[in-house]
């Protein structure tokens, strides 16, 4: 079961255009959930539902073993540049190509690009 929207959003998480960044929301059986690097929440993650990964870790939390194990390239630089998220901590974040498909359209890297200008 899914959260409401009243919920997700008193629980202090944003959703926009398909991103969600949590880092306090609850999920009904109030496990705090997990958050890539790339901001997404592993709940909605579609290589999660998919069951391709077991979760993930922020940039600064993540493990050799879980960078190497996961492959993930958003992961690796984040761990490399020391950050959490991509979203807050790196400034080539609305112009990185590893972000495209994974998990990000370009059309809203694009958008967001063009507002920081």
């Known amino acids: 079961m899914g959260l409401s929207r009243r919920k997700m959003l008193s629980g202090g998480a944003v959703a926009a255009a398909g991103l969600v960044v949590a880092s306090t929301v609850h999920a009904a059986d109030d496990e705090k959930q997990m958050v890539a690097a790339c901001g997404i929440s592993c709940t909605v993650c579609p290589l999660m539902a998919a069951g391709k990964c077991k979760g993930c870790a922020t940039g600064?939390?993540?493990?050799e073993a879980q960078i190497e194990k996961k492959g993930c390239p958003v992961l690796?630089?984040?761990a490399?540049?020391?950050?959490?998220?991509c979203g807050t901590g790196c400034k080539m974040f609305a112009s990185c190509k590893k972000l495209v498909g994974r998990p990000y359209a370009q059309a809203f890297?694009?958008?967001i690009?063009?507002?920081?200008a």
């Open 60 to 63: 600064k939390m993540a493990t």
């Open 76 to 78: 690796k630089c984040a």
């Open 80 to 85: 490399m540049k020391k950050i959490d998220y």
């Open 109 to 111: 890297l694009d958008k």
């Open 113 to 116: 690009k063009a507002k920081m």
